[in-house]
């Protein structure tokens, strides 16, 4: 019977390097899919946004939304003819 208990061992142990390995490759694999978004999309960050100098994802341009100055005036729709439906 001591076979037995020897065999449950190896097999637990072969079961437990398996798992660990399949986690070292699966944290790899992460590492490696962060690096390439991480440098793929700076790249294609600066080639949408035009910029000459890696800034990261900040502009260099100040935009102000809430500012009056650079709201568009409203424009108002005026009609010189109205023809009325019965």
Do not use: C
């Amino acid at each position: 019977m001591r076979i037995w208990r020897v065999a449950g061992v190896v097999l637990l142990a072969g079961m437990a390097l398996f798992l660990l390995s399949l986690l070292i490759k699966l944290l790899l694999v992460a590492a490696a899919a962060f690096l390439v978004v991480r440098v793929v999309g700076g790249l294609l960050a600066s080639q949408f946004t035009h910029s000459t100098e890696r800034v990261g994802w900040h502009s260099p341009t100040i935009i102000s939304i809430d500012n009056p100055a650079y709201r568009s005036p409203m424009s108002r729709v005026t009609y010189d003819r109205v023809i009325p439906i019965h």
